[in-house]
């Protein structure tokens, strides 16, 4: 039945199975730290972009006036 399958070298134990699961859970908070970074640096560039054209905008009513 299953002739195209071949067993693994190695028992996988519960022990095994629990240092897979927590250095999985150390990288998904590394990678969620990471993203999270960029996205708070994206959001402060756009802010920052944000607050210049405000700037802009209300040193060309001032002008008009």
């Known amino acids: ?3 195209h ?4 070298k190695a028992v996988v134990t519960k022990k095994n ?3 897979a699961r927590e250095n999985w859970f150390k990288e998904k908070s590394k990678s969620n730290e990471h993203a999270q970074k960029i996205m708070r640096m994206t959001l402060n560039k756009r802010t920052i ?3 210049h054209l405000i ?3 209300l040193l060309e009513l001032k002008e008009e006036t």
């Open 55 to 57: 700037g802009k905008v």
């Open 49 to 51: 972009e944000l607050s």
């Open 17 to 19: 199975d629990d240092k």
């Open 5 to 8: 399958l071949e067993p693994k």
């Open 1 to 3: 039945m299953f002739t």
